[in-house]
């Protein structure tokens, strides 16, 4: 059994989310700056993201569960209501039995 990860082959990131998060890009500096939260969950064998980036003008929130094909992008209008759902969401998964091993700013590297 190979051991490495085919990263191509098991996300698109040609489609829509890159586009769609692409737009938060151009605020940072513009209209306020931008915030961003991850939140890395762990369930018996599985791992699975929970992100949010808001700046004045909205936010986008991805969510990579690792039962789905491609990760899922919402948009909002309004950056508040992202930060209340992505908060439900947390506490929803832990209610579900999944641990949050990292909650803080995206690691890079």
Do not use: H
Not at 45 to 73: F, N, Q
Not at 75 to 94: C, N, Q
Request: aromatic letters at 10%; proline letters at 3%.
């Amino acid at each position: 059994m190979d051991d490495e990860f085919d990263f191509d082959a098991d996300f698109d990131l040609d489609g829509d989310f890159d586009e769609d998060l692409a737009e938060f890009d151009e605020f940072d500096g513009e209209l306020g700056s931008i915030e961003m939260r991850t939140a890395v969950m762990q369930k018996n064998d599985m791992i699975a993201l929970l992100c949010i980036k808001t700046a004045s003008a909205g936010a986008a929130i991805c969510r990579v569960d690792p039962r789905e094909d491609r990760p899922a992008v919402q948009i909002y209008d309004d950056a508040a209501a992202a930060v209340e759902w992505f908060t439900k969401s947390l506490r929803t998964s832990r209610r579900n039995g999944w641990n949050v091993i990292y909650d803080g700013l995206p690691l890079q590297g």
